[in-house]
């Protein structure tokens, strides 16, 4: 046998080669077809092989592909940061074009950091996050991050960051009812706040509803409401990770519309391209960028692909297939149908605890006993399990566990925003073998 030479996630899987991809399917070079019910990493939003993105990527590719930051500016870039500000909640937001969404949060949290040393602040260093969070893999966004799974290798190398509770209702981390808690986890972050005290924090990030680390948590409505005005009362900026919420996912273009709240910088990936291309940005407001522009007037980041023009002209582009389309409403009518389709999934399948989310970023927590919601032992793996055994029927989610100690196992249903109704019940009737199939594996 010949080496290998392509680093894979698991060294010793065997993944299977893609061939092409149309629409909310992928079909491997032996000819399996697998319905894409993550969007990859819950990011080809509008599915694969879409003609008018192809178009866009041609077009611009005959104009020019690469341009540096620091030498020119392009057309597209200055119309996507145009465009993302007029869409973005209060508007009014400049943006910084990086490639992932690891370097979109750690932008944002660098220029939290620098929004308060232009002002001659120089202690307040430290950016808040939440203990069931995933900000990204280099190192500043990892320090973010709760995520123990991801970290746990690397905590030697991270900074030390306060970590608040989660809103996670289905397991709160206070022990208290969502209907008489008074929010309790939002307050948690004034406990924190106190404690550490203001003059030492730049920023609080959240994800407006946590994916990967927790399997699409929604908050209780006035969370973020709560959220912001404590970080307005303490004069500490709030950080929006709309990663993998942002760009009509949860049927809204960007996940805090659902509460009304206008975020003082906002990161946004995956679907800023549909994975077309990888792009991301940082968005700060106005009143952000304002102590910058008077002192240093540069913002202290940067990458050689930043703002990269080709990149730029396909979010454009998917930013007119998305509107065109009007996926945004798509995603709210079809991740209803999605919902409801998974509560019947669940009726049949006693490890199915809890089916949650928004639009079309659903999550599924698996629990070895429903009523008393308790987990399975970490070494059955049950995420993987699912993971794998739903992959064999052709259908793709993500998996979600392993982000916070004593949480469940969680997978993301995340389709594409264009899936059909029948897609819809292709989707639940795979979903629905592969579960049983587990359940006789594990019960
Ligand atoms: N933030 C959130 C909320 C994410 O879900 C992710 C990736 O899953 C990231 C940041 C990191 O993005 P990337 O993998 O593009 O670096």
Redesign the pocket.
């Known amino acids: 046998m010949t080496r290998e030479h392509l680093i894979k996630p698991l060294l010793t899987a065997h993944y299977p080669t893609i061939a092409y991809g149309k629409g909310v399917f992928l079909y491997d070079s032996e000819g399996k077809s697998y319905l894409d019910a993550s969007s990859g990493?819950?990011t080809a939003g509008i599915g694969h092989g879409v003609q008018e993105i192809i178009d866009a990527m041609l077009a611009q590719a005959q104009k020019v592909s690469f341009v540096y930051r620091s030498q020119f500016t392009s057309e597209p870039a200055e119309q996507l940061a145009k465009r993302l500000s007029d869409l973005a909640p209060g508007h009014d937001y400049w943006s910084f074009f990086v490639n992932?969404?690891?370097?979109?949060?750690e932008t944002a949290m660098k220029i939290a950091i620098q929004y308060w040393q232009e002002q001659g602040v120089r202690g307040k260093t430290k950016v808040i996050s939440r203990r069931m969070?995933?900000?990204?893999?280099?190192l500043g966004?990892l320090s973010m991050s709760g995520h123990v799974a991801r970290r746990r290798r690397f905590i030697p190398l991270l900074e030390e960051l306060p970590l608040v509770a989660p809103p996670y209702c289905y397991r709160c981390p206070f022990h208290l009812e969502a209907s008489s808690c008074g929010m309790a986890c939002a307050d948690d972050l004034e406990t924190v706040i106190k404690r550490i005290g203001a003059e030492h924090i730049a920023a609080f990030i959240a994800?407006p509803i946590i994916?990967?680390a927790g399997g699409a948590v929604v908050p209780p409505d006035g969370y973020y409401q709560q959220i912001k005005a404590i970080c307005e009362r303490h004069g500490i900026l709030m950080i929006a990770?709309?990663?993998?919420?942002g760009i009509a996912r949860t049927g809204a273009m960007f996940g805090m519309e659902h509460w009304g709240v206008e975020p003082d910088l906002i990161?946004l990936?995956?679907g800023l391209s549909a994975g077309y291309t990888?792009i991301?940005a940082t968005l700060a407001k106005d009143h952000v960028m304002e102590p910058i522009l008077a002192g240093s007037k540069i913002v202290m980041s940067g990458h050689t692909f930043s703002a990269n023009p080709q990149s730029a002209a396909v979010s454009l582009a998917v930013l007119d297939y998305i509107e065109g389309r009007q996926l945004a409403k798509a995603a709210e009518e079809k991740g209803r149908c999605l919902l409801q389709a998974l509560e019947r999934v669940a009726e049949g399948c006693p490890i199915i605890g809890d089916v949650r989310g928004k639009g079309l970023l659903l999550g599924l927590e698996l629990v070895a006993d429903r009523a008393a919601k308790t987990p399975f032992a970490p070494a059955v793996g049950l995420t993987q399990r699912l993971v794998e055994r739903a992959m064999a029927k052709g259908l793709l989610i993500y998996p979600a566990a392993g982000g916070v100690e004593g949480a469940g196992d969680a997978v993301i249903i995340a389709p594409p925003l264009v899936i059909t109704n029948e897609e819809i019940d292709l989707l639940a009737s795979r979903l629905e073998e592969a579960v049983h199939e587990v359940m006789e594996e594990v019960m």
Not at 100 to 105: D, N, P, Q, R, Y
Request: proline letters at 4%.
């Open positions: 990493a819950v992932s969404g690891s370097e979109a949060t969070s995933y900000h990204g893999i280099t966004a994800e994916g990967a990770d709309e990663v993998m919420t990161a990936g995956k990888p991301a």
